[in-house]
């Protein structure tokens, strides 16, 4: 199996207040994660690519002090959204790649629902 | 820069029918990937189907399978006795093989499986 877990599935904050959204590989170790938005009934966005041990590479107008990715281990990313506005409120997931595997399909977490008040 | 287009915003299906859903993409590249992922209400992202452009067979996976026209830069899911269960949002998207491994996702295609 190939699962990928977030934590938590959905947050409420209030403005100005920082939000840390965990991705976790279950069943095997990852040395690519990454992070994506999705508006409510529009595609995927990519907004960084997350390597195990080095920083984060970010997609053109995404704001890397916003947005802050850490990639400590072969099993965890974290997305940490800092000062956050009600125009951060989004639809957050995290995919991952397995290490060593022969194929480069991405497996999805359940995704997480951030709601800035 | 790599695109992919899928046409079909909406389509709709009866319950034991066919449907095939479309997307073109554009690339100068040679060596690349391309997928199917279903998203249900749940908006847990599923892989449906996996092409390696190199492949000339196309790919398949029970119930679904593909159309790849390399010269032509299409990729079409079809799928054989529609299920209520595959009514979801389907992307289809494009991978460069042995680079960052991003994917570019199409804008999606909502299917409706009627009873």
């Known amino acids: 199996g190939a699962v990928v877990s977030q934590h938590p599935s959905w947050v409420i904050c209030k403005s100005g207040t920082s939000v840390k959204i965990e991705c976790r590989s279950l069943?095997?170790?990852?040395?690519?994660m990454f992070w994506y938005r999705q508006f409510p009934k529009q595609s995927l966005m990519l907004m960084a690519t997350?390597?195990?041990?080095?920083?984060?590479?970010?997609e053109q107008g995404v704001e890397k002090d916003k947005f802050l990715i850490n990639h400590a281990s072969l099993t965890l990313s974290t997305l940490t959204v800092t000062s956050a506005h009600p125009e951060d409120s989004s639809f957050y997931i995290c995919?991952?790649?397995?290490?060593?595997?022969?194929?480069?399909?991405?497996?999805f977490g359940p995704g997480t629902r951030l709601t800035v008040l | 820069a790599q695109t992919v287009t899928q046409s079909q915003p909406e389509m709709s299906v009866q319950e034991a029918e066919t449907v095939t859903l479309s997307c073109t993409y554009d690339?100068?590249?040679?060596?690349?990937?391309l997928f199917w992922y279903k998203q249900p209400p749940s908006r847990q992202m599923i892989l449906v189907i996996r092409?390696?452009?190199?492949?000339?067979q196309n790919a398949t996976e029970n119930r679904f399978s593909v159309n790849f026209q390399k010269a032509a830069k299409s990729f079409s899911l079809k799928i054989s006795d529609s299920q209520l269960g595959d009514t979801a949002m389907y992307f289809c998207?494009?991978?460069?093989?042995?680079?960052?491994?991003?994917?570019?996702f199409g804008t999606g295609t909502l299917l409706a499986v009627q009873p």
């Open positions: 995919s991952a790649i397995k290490v060593a595997a022969n194929t480069d399909t991405q497996y």
């Open positions: 069943d095997f170790q990852a040395t690519t």
């Open positions: 997350s390597n195990e041990g080095s920083k984060a590479t970010y």
């Open positions: 690339t100068s590249e040679n060596n690349y990937y």
């Open positions: 092409q390696e452009a190199y492949k000339q």
């Open positions: 998207a494009f991978m460069i093989s042995g680079a960052t491994n991003k994917l570019i």
